[in-house]
Antibody, heavy 121, light 112 residues
Framework: QVHLVESGGGVVQPGRSLRVSCAAS????????MHWVRQAPGKGLEWVAV????????YYGHSVKGRFTISRDNSKNTVSLQMDSLRGDDTAFYYC??????????????WGQGTLVTVSS | QSLLTQPPSVSGAPGQRVTISCTGS?????????VHWYQQLPGTAPKLLIY???NRPSGVPDRFSASKSGTSASLAITGLQPEDEADYYC????????????FGSGTKVTVL
């Protein structure tokens, strides 16, 4: 079955960088868009970024655009999120999610367990 | 401030029916974009509950159903069970600004 495992979370100082990754298994990774969704502790869900199945397209939420970069390696079945210029309000659980194609945009049919990123001095 | 508004909480006794609204606008639900729903049990990752307005993935009980009309959507849980106590989120697409996926503000369902 589909398995998504995030890694790389931790505590980082404001203004610094961190890279989180997601290892996928159980499906043909190169056939699917992959997303990152985050959730601040005790808060709701926020879509962060998407990368198309072949890596040819990437899109970002307005709060992270210009600071975060999503990438993927289809040979290793991994998707990553490079987070630069981190701020306190980036503190959240970061989930990778598989995009299922819908006529009006993806929905997320499988999720990882999440990795916690804490931005604090 | 989420572009999709949900009530913060709803509650019901076991066996009752509860509904959760998801109110959007002309740039998301009202523009005809599909609505999807997720369930997040305490301390776990979200899970797809309903996709494309009213389709249930394999394994989701048929006591969960959803509908969409105009600029709003709703999720109904009939025959409420203790294991349904969770947070529920709607999700759609929004074409304002840069255009992106948007989630509802979330609703906590409490089984009394």
């Amino acid at each position: 079955q589909v398995h998504l495992v995030e890694s790389g979370g931790g505590v980082v100082q404001p203004g610094r960088s961190l890279r989180v990754s997601c290892a996928a298994s159980g499906f043909i990774f190169s056939n699917y868009a992959m997303h990152w969704v985050r959730q601040a502790p005790g808060k709701g869900l926020e879509w962060v970024a998407v990368i198309w199945h072949d890596g040819s397209g990437t899109y970002y939420g307005h709060s992270v655009k210009g600071r975060f970069t999503i990438s993927r390696d289809n040979s290793k079945n991994t998707v990553s999120l490079q987070m630069d210029s981190l701020r306190g309000d980036d503190t959240a659980f970061y989930y990778c999610a598989r995009g299922a194609y819908g006529e009006s945009g993806d929905y997320y049919d499988s999720w990882g367990q999440g990795t916690l990123v804490t931005v604090s001095s | 401030q989420s572009l999709l508004t949900q009530p913060p909480s709803v509650s019901g006794a076991p066996g009752q029916r509860v509904t959760i609204s998801c109110t959007g606008s002309s740039s998301n639900i009202g523009a005809g974009y599909d609505v999807h729903w997720y369930q997040q049990l305490p301390g776990t990752a979200p899970k797809l509950l309903i996709y494309t307005n009213n389709n249930r993935p394999s394994g989701v009980p048929d006591r969960f159903s959803a509908s969409k009309s105009g600029t709003s959507a709703s999720l109904a849980i009939t025959g409420l069970q203790p294991e349904d106590e969770a947070d529920y989120y709607c999700q759609s697409f929004d074409n304002s600004l840069s255009g992106s996926s948007v989630f509802g503000s979330g609703t906590k369902v409490t089984v009394l």
